[in-house]
């Protein structure tokens, strides 16, 4: 006789995602006003399948903006997700601006990043050169102060008001 056994399983899908700065990063940039840089931070899914993850941003300048609202990650995969910065000259230099990424997995579940950090350099702006001119009043032969067709108007009137008395 023959016997036949059926077995079935199932499993539920597990979300797990992690956020670490880049390989060599703190997370930390300095960036000057009026120009642009990217940050970046891995996303890893150490679920047992595929997920979207969808990103915000908490605490955020507002010159700070996510490369990308949503990636499709697989299952043991890190990808490397952009956050670009370009601070215009209201961002305060010297000011550390603290933020971070929130990864939403398709389940509902949040995962917070490591605090990301945008340093403010101020733009240095090039010294314009000033020019001075220096006025040297003999040079017309008028009075001091005047120049030679301001000089002769009022000698002119000077004449004429003189002719009507």
Do not use: C
């Not at 890190?78 to 990424?101: E, K, N």
């Not at 917070?112 to 733009?123: E, F, G, H, R």
């Amino acid at each position: 006789s023959t016997a036949n056994l059926s077995v079935s399983v199932s499993t539920s899908q597990v979300y797990d995602i992690a956020m670490a700065h880049v390989s060599g990063s703190n997370g930390t940039v300095t960036v000057t006003q009026e120009t642009q840089l990217q940050l970046r931070l891995n996303v890893t899914n150490n679920g047992n399948g595929v997920d979207t993850v969808t990103f915000t941003m908490e605490n955020q300048p507002p010159w700070a903006a996510l490369g990308s609202d949503s990636i499709q990650i697989g299952r043991g995969q890190t990808i490397a997700i952009v956050i670009t910065l370009s601070p215009d000259t209201a961002a305060l230099s010297g000011r550390d601006y603290i933020f971070q990424v929130v990864a939403t997995s398709a389940d509902g579940s949040e995962t917070t990043s490591p605090d990301l950090t945008a340093q403010i350099v101020a733009k240095e702006t090039e010294g314009e050169e000033v020019e001075t001119e220096e006025l040297d009043e003999d040079d017309e032969g008028g009075l001091p102060g005047f120049s030679m067709f301001v000089s002769l108007l009022a000698l002119t009137i000077v004449v004429l008001s003189r002719r009507k008395d």
